[in-house]
């Protein structure tokens, strides 16, 4: 990890690059209090998801200035059909993984589903573990107003919380996968929700599959960043998972994902082009030979 050098107090230049949290090579981390300031001056920012070292420092290299250890690796990258048997064991090894392969982005890590559903101190606990032995800079975790007493004693402990609201993929067997916040009822419940993780203390919260009208409603009513997915462009933040950005997701991706690259072509061709030239006595050529 590259050397923290303070910003000075009440400056709204975050570090390295310039004037923006996006781009460039930081001499420090960015931290929770950059992306206070960044919404102070109206910037939008960028999040991805990783869940290891390389990747996760190819994004680094390119300035994404957050990073999510998500527990989509569930799905994305540990073979599981959800998020919901994802431990922490397992969020703290992909976690250190991540840290280790950036400098300057500030690493999230998720609390995953049985790690702080049982109140404050079991999230303290949790928390405590991905901060300490993956040396996150903050965590997530999902709910609003229910989760508001772990996320309360995780701030006043010392650790900074982005809430996640809205679709809240943990609760998968009780929700589903559906649009929140839709009708009257429902939108003023996230507008609770919203408020409420606020008030606890989180620096930012995720809005999942929520109407893009109502995100950018509690955009305007909250002081702290939202982080939109599937929540339209009235957020202050956007989150893609990335092997979903990067077309490496298999099957049917979300309506809201928009596909950068299609690294599942680049890479199914690639390793049939290897498989092709060895089987074919083309590789390896002589100056891919030692004598
Ligand atoms: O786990 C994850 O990747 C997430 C994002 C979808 C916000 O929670």
Known sequence: MTQLSAAPTGTSVPPGS???????????????????????????????????????????????????????????????ETTVPVTLDEMAVLSAAVVRGTSRALIVADLPFGSYQEGPVQALRSATRLVKEAGVGAVKLEGGERSHRQIELLVESGIPVMAHIGLT?????????????????????????????????????????????????????????????????????????????????????PKFVKQYANLREVMGGAAKAFAEDVVGGTFPQEEHSVH
């Open 169 to 253: 993929p943990q609760s998968v067997n009780a929700m589903g996968y559906r649009v929140q916040g839709r009708g009257e009822e429902a939108a003023q419940q996230l507008l609770r929700d919203a408020k409420s993780v606020q008030d606890a203390g989180a620096f930012a919260v995720v809005l999942e599959l929520v109407p893009a009208e109502l995100a950018a409603e509690v955009t305007r009513t909250l002081h702290v960043p939202t982080v939109g997915i599937g929540a339209g462009a009235g957020t202050d933040a956007q989150v893609l998972v990335w092997t979903d950005m990067l077309g490496l997701t298999g099957g049917r991706v």
């Open 18 to 80: 310039g004037k923006t949290l996006y781009g460039g090579k930081g001499t420090r981390r960015i931290t929770v209090r950059d992306i206070a300031l960044a919404k102070e001056r109206g910037e939008k920012w960028p999040m991805l998801t990783a869940y290891d070292a390389m990747t996760a420092s190819v994004f680094d290299e390119a300035g994404i200035p957050v990073m999510l250890v998500g527990d989509s690796a569930g799905n994305c990258h540990l073979g599981y």
